[in-house]
């Protein structure tokens, strides 16, 4: 199981737990699972957030 998966899982499975029933908690279910996500997906590599700061990773040249 990768970090992604896991990070999902463990987001939606904190989102359940910490909030039981309605519309409030289906949104806290999926703003956790997406950030869940988000986390294994930059534990795993897969991620590259130096985007958002104007710097990125690729090595491609810049005209």
Same mark, same amino acid.
């Given at each position: 199981?990768?970090?992604?998966?896991? *990070?999902? $899982?463990? #987001?939606?499975? &904190?989102?359940?737990?910490?909030?039981? =029933? !309605? /519309? %409030?908690?289906?949104?806290?279910?999926?703003?956790?699972?997406?950030? *869940?996500? $988000?986390? #294994?997906?930059? &534990?795993?590599?897969?991620?590259?957030? =130096? !985007? /958002? %700061?104007?710097?990125?990773?690729?090595?491609?040249?810049?005209?």
């Amino acid at each position: 199981m990768s970090n992604t998966v896991l *990070g999902l $899982l463990v #987001g939606l499975t &904190l989102g359940i737990v910490g909030a039981f =029933g !309605g /519309l %409030a908690a289906f949104l806290l279910v999926l703003v956790l699972g997406a950030a *869940g996500f $988000l986390a #294994g997906r930059l &534990l795993d590599g897969q991620l590259d957030l =130096g !985007g /958002l %700061a104007g710097r990125s990773r690729s090595t491609s040249a810049r005209p």
